[in-house]
């Protein structure tokens, strides 16, 4: 009797043993079964807004698997808040979900992360180009992203002199220069031009969410930019706030010879492989192709050293950041929502992977400092070496 209760406690004892190896694959500890049921939501725009954010959510997905879902918000997103937050709503549904990450975050961002927080107060937010008031979605959001926009009212003005930009014509119109960032942007934009002797030119394009559409707005810089170059010559600079208008920028800046410091949203993904007839199949993430890519069209049609972006896809970064964050966090490897150790050590790796370095501050303005709203600044790549 005494060996068969002890060959039984034996036999408990390895099943025990073996639930708990089971348990313990050495990623984790405790907890870790419930850490593998989690899931990340990405919304971003569509292809026509900014392909760019759109197909890094798709490596992500293939990267990944069923552990990421994703979602776009309209390209009329200033006129369709609603549809914004009912398709973060729709993410947050899944039970599974634990964390959005939100690039571009536009007007509705906020709203919408309000409306999930109704029921899933837990949810994590990574909120990257966020285009809202900064202390709202600050306030809102977990962790929030923007290009340095500001200091780019420096960078920008500053690599247009270097390329023998004597004019510098600046793309927008009433909704961006109402954002605080773009705003404060271009009244560094045109402090640093009267500081380099660089003539400033507002120029007024139409909104893409109003009644002209993506279309209309892109070719009106088709139009426009021979205009701007017959009264100012070749040695004219052109940036535009919006995403949709760089493909068209492009093209007719190389068509003309006239110079092109930098995207909106600097990355060698943006605007550059539709206006320069790229293929990008099979090269999604090789960011070493593109930039070669594109110097070698460049130096055909003469205009090296004339164009430029950053070496680093830097919505693609944030996005990609965003996730590797909200994996941590999931799994429990950081202190709390906001682990701003963990979250710059992320991005400083992704942005080295890349072949660059990039600098990231917290966003202030006057008396406003805001501790979880980080700005990123990467260096230029000029395809003149």
Known sequence: MTKK????????????????????????GEGEGE???????????????GEEEYQAAQNLKEKYGDKIVTATYPDNFSTETETTIANVVSLASDPDVKAIV??????????????????????????????????????????????????????????????????????????????????????LM???CKELGIEFVDVTAPDPTSDA????????????VPRQVEKYGK??????????????????????GAIYPQQCCPSPYHGYPAALGIDVSGHEGDVQYMLDSIKEKLVDAGQEGRMSTWAVPVNMLMIEAGVEYAIEFCEGKT???????????????????????????????????????????????????
């Open 5 to 28: 209760l002890i060959a039984l406690l034996l036999a408990v004892m390895m099943l025990f043993s073996l639930s708990a190896c089971s348990r313990d694959n050495g990623q984790g």
């Open 335 to 385: 202190d709390g929502a906001f682990d701003e150790a963990v979250f710059t050590s992320i991005v400083e790796e992704l942005a080295t992977e890349k072949g660059t370095a990039c600098e990231l501050s917290k966003y202030e303005d006057g008396d406003v400092k805001l501790d979880n709203f980080f700005m990123l600044l990467c260096d230029f790549h000029d395809f003149s070496k």
């Open 35 to 49: 850490a593998e049921n989690y899931k990340i939501g990405i919304i971003t725009g569509t292809v026509s807004q």
């Open 102 to 187: 939100f690039v571009q975050a536009v007007p509705g961002a906020a709203a919408a992360i309000d409306k999930v927080r109704e029921t899933r107060p837990d949810m994590l937010f990574i909120c990257g180009v966020a285009a809202e008031d900064p202390a709202t979605i600050a306030s809102k959001s977990d962790i929030v992203m923007l290009v340095d926009e500001i200091s780019m009212g420096r960078t920008i003005p500053e690599k247009a002199a270097e390329m023998g930009a004597k004019t510098f014509i600046h793309y927008s119109f009433a909704r961006h220069l109402s954002y605080a960032t773009i705003a404060a942007r271009r009244e």
């Open 213 to 224: 559409g993506v279309s209309g707005a892109q070719q009106f810089i088709l139009e426009d």
């Open 235 to 256: 040695d004219t600079a052109f940036f535009s706030t919006n995403c949709s208008m760089q493909e068209p920028l492009i093209a007719s800046i190389l068509e003309l």
């Open 190 to 192: 045109i402090e640093t």
